[in-house]
């Protein structure tokens, strides 16, 4: 079993049916068992308790873009990245804001990982 968040396209996402999940995460998650000849079952899970659930052995692992951080690493059996990428800011193109620091009195939406 295989605990995702079905909700952060292009990761793991719901298709147009409402009811197969399907993006990236999902697709490591079908290869990954099928090189291992098993059967892929996906445990959708709040990403609030996506680490819970494996520490609870509600799953065996976790395929929903993880970040690899140094507590998660003193916690868990972490692979190597699958995916790479970068956080950054993304403002209106006509925008003042150009640095973290202008930011400064404006409202900004923000996941905070756990």
Known sequence: MVGVEIGYPPME???SDGITPIGYDIEVAQALTDYL??????VDTAWDGIFA????DKYDCIISSVSITESRQEEFSLTRPYVSNHSILI??????IDSLEA?????????IPL
């Open 91 to 96: 403002v209106p193109k006509d925008s003042e």
């Open 103 to 111: 930011l400064s009195g404006h409202s900004v939406a923000v996941q």
């Open 53 to 56: 659930g494996v520490k609870t």
């Open 13 to 15: 996402y719901l298709d």
């Open 37 to 42: 000849g098993l059967e892929v079952e996906l």
